[in-house]
């Protein structure tokens, strides 16, 4: 069972930055994909960002350039670096992890999941 605790979120003026933490409990942290959602109000979650144990990563188009994600495995803790935000940007941001190696953008393939921080960003 994998527990994640989310941190960070907030108000942020365009063209800011914003760091969000994910910290997991539970003894295979470092072998489980991280994924960042965010859903939009009255809009679906959507994908943002993937790593996996290895470092590998992969980014939503959107994003891409603008948002790290990255992992620190001997703190069970995930993060999501985020700069150059948009007011599009804005909405709440999940943290999630998945059993397996494989890297997934379906929010179905995810089954342990952060209680969402809000990030919402003013022009």
């Known amino acids: 069972q994998v527990q994640l605790v989310q941190s960070g979120g907030g108000l942020v003026q365009a063209g800011g930055s914003l760091r969000l933490s994910c910290a997991a409990e539970?003894?295979?942290?470092?072998?489980?994909?991280m994924g960042w959602f965010r859903q939009a109000p009255g809009k679906e979650r959507e994908f943002v960002a993937v790593?996996?144990?290895?470092?590998?990563?992969t980014y939503a188009d959107s994003v891409k350039g603008r948002f790290t994600i990255s992992r620190d495995n001997a703190k069970n803790t995930a993060f999501l670096q985020m700069t150059t935000l948009k007011p599009e940007d804005t909405a709440v941001y999940y943290c999630?992890?998945?059993?397996?190696?494989?890297?997934?953008?379906?929010?179905?393939?995810?089954?342990?999941w952060g209680q969402g921080t809000q990030v919402t960003v003013s022009s």
């Open positions: 999630a992890a998945r059993s397996g190696f494989a890297l997934s953008v379906r929010a179905d393939e995810y089954e342990y």
């Open positions: 790593i996996r144990w290895s470092d590998t990563t």
């Open positions: 539970g003894p295979t942290f470092s072998s489980l994909p």
